[in-house]
């Protein structure tokens, strides 16, 4: 069923068919090579070679087995409503073009309101990758019919125009030009003319958004068709179906003695009349316009919209393609064939699979083929397998490896004393990120390099103490960063004396706790994203010498809570202190007398809560305080009540 076209280009750079089959008669773009009608190659003239499975599969090439349908015509509009073919021989790729049908008009009376005019079906177009003997469904949209007049009260609609979608490889997932709408009409006697506001609609034009053409197509091209006419007591216009550039033109609102016309469209829309038969949508898609018999009579009848078409183009010549092996995780690489058509191909963020890719420049059988790296990605370096050779039909089977480009970490070591630092490579923003290496530095080494384990370009990572030296504690600056190049500026700096830390529980999340110890300060923060209450662990970062006595007091409470310090004081040793425990609860009693004299009293109440929040108890709690007669005034009775009424985590 292949066609022989001859083509011209006027002032306008579009595209004329010379011998056009039949009804194709409008400009097209030039800019769509792939829809140019030269003759393809007949099926005797060369099959071609089969791409290997996988890449069928990706690419969209469901091969048929055995016996299968007509090769799906070129060039030729479709109307049919239900059509079954395959791919035919020496192709690579197809365009494929579909209007929606569009919808009917409504009845409705003169006395009520009118009747709207039908909307215009939507266009959808893209270019694909097929091979020969692919299946393809196709389904053209059926014109909406228009609503027949029932003389009671209430709404008339036209019936919507239906979709013409397209189905079988992947690559024409979304192919979808949507139908337009029917319009509005219907019969209220009681409504007072003359009428002023706009009582029957136009349906809705198809809507292009329904046209979702992924990305591995080009060419991608949606518009809309024009909503129908509304009316005030007449008949509306339909809507014109949608341009190949363009959205269809509305149909005319009716506001006058006459009716609209219909909106100008690929497929135009029919005329609205008041005294006489409106007319239906045109093909492709256009709206219906509606109508009276004649000028005596109230009573508008619906018209028919028009029905949807497609056209296949299928581009003469082959495609050559292939994968880029899994590893494949840098932006920036692009593709050559044969010094001319360039291909930027992303990575897909899934690393252990293949990536598949094609050119789209289609090349005749015997014509020699060579892939090359038109520019390496960045931060990895790619080269390429079975790259050059003579097309035979569409080619597959042109691999692509990439490796990375090794990035190393390394950096200045100071005070390195003693033996045993252990520092680590984490990827992310922080050490608890996966350890992806170590490096044990000896001792009175001046630098340290994770010779090991290179790293990725743009990718983040964190370099951490694993262990610390006998008797030091090392710190890290610049220890996380984002690779740009080799990594050389990482400091660790080792000072004798070891750090004193531990843990936070029952920290409310979003709420923080001040701690001290001698002169520095370190703010506690429950950052739980889910709200949880959850155990924070904290260092003060200076390190005490062996010998030194710590001791661990709470700055600042947190927000509704009270926190107290276990096992907060000691005398430091040859190791880090890790076991001091901060308890928080909430302050769950509402009165905080307590004395219980009935009255907030700063100098008393006040005093108390600061003493046992600082870790006081027994008499230290009450010395120089003045009870009245009848209160709480032992510390056996405020422990009682701070910690079994209130809630307070009060030490014996």
Known sequence: MDQHHDYSIDEHNACHIETPPARISSPR???????????????????????????????????????????????????????????????GFVTVELWGAGGGSAAGSRDFGGAGGGGGGAYCSGMVAVDPGNSITLKVGRAGTGSVFQN????????????????????????????????????????????????????EGGDAEQCAITDVAINRLRYSGGRGGGTQGHAGGGGGSAYRNGNGYPGQDSTANDSGLGGAGFGRGGDGHTGERG????????????????????????????????????????RVGGAIDPGFWADGLVLELNNSEERAVRPTGYEYLSTFYHFWTPLPAGNVYNVTIK?????????????????????????????????????????????????????????????????????????????????????????????????????????????????TDVRVTCSPGKVVGGSVSGLYAGRSVAL??????????????GGATVNVDFFFPGPLLSGTAYNVRIRDQPLGQMCTVVNGSGTMGSSDVNSVSV????????????????????????????????????????????????????????????KDTCGMPISD
């Open 29 to 91: 773009p030039c800019s769509v090579l792939a829809r140019t009608a030269v003759p393809l190659r007949s099926a005797g003239e060369g099959t071609g070679s089969r791409v290997i499975a996988v890449l069928a599969l990706i690419a969209g090439m469901n091969v048929m087995a055995g016996a299968h349908a007509a090769d799906c015509p070129h060039g030729t509009i479709i109307t049919a409503e239900d059509t079954v073919c395959t791919v035919p021989s020496g192709t």
């Open 152 to 203: 009671v009260d209430g709404w008339e609609y036209g019936d919507n125009g239906g979709a013409s979608t397209v189905t079988g490889p992947p690559g024409l997932a979304g192919f979808r030009a949507a139908g337009g709408k029917g319009g509005r009409g219907g019969k209220l006697p009681a409504i007072p003319l003359p009428l002023t506001v706009t009582l029957a609609w136009g349906g």
């Open 279 to 318: 007319s239906a949508g045109t093909n492709p898609g256009g709206g219906a316009g509606a109508s009276a018999v004649t000028p005596a009579t109230p009573v508008y009848i619906g018209n028919d919209g028009a029905n949807g078409q497609a056209i296949f183009w299928f581009a003469p010549g082959y």
């Open 375 to 487: 520019r390496q990605p960045a931060g990895q370096t790619c080269y390429v397998n079975n790259a050059s050779g003579t097309v035979s039909g569409n080619v597959g089977n042109v691999a692509v490896g990439c490796v990375d480009d090794p990035y190393y970490v390394s950096g200045s070591l100071y005070g390195l004393s003693q033996p045993g630092l252990v520092l680590g490579l984490f990827a992310g923003d922080s050490t608890a990120g996966q350890r992806l290496g170590t490096v044990t530095p000896a001792m009175a080494e001046e630098s340290f390099a994770f010779a090991g384990s290179p790293v990725r370009l743009t990718r983040q990572y964190t370099v951490g103490v694993v262990t610390q030296p006998t008797g030091l504690t090392c710190k890290v600056a610049n220890a996380t960063f984002f690779v740009q190049g080799p990594i």
């Open 516 to 529: 001290e110890l001698a002169d520095q300060l370190l703010v506690a923060t429950n950052s739980d994203a």
């Open 583 to 642: 308890q928080c609860a909430g302050t769950i009693c509402t009165n905080l007398d307590v004395d219980g004299d009935q009255q907030l009293n700063p100098a008393i109440d006040g005093l108390i809560l600061l003493r046992v929040a600082l870790g006081l108890t027994g008499a230290a709690v009450l010395d120089g305080i003045s009870f009245a007669p009848g209160t709480r005034n032992t510390w056996s009775n405020i422990r009682y009540y701070l």
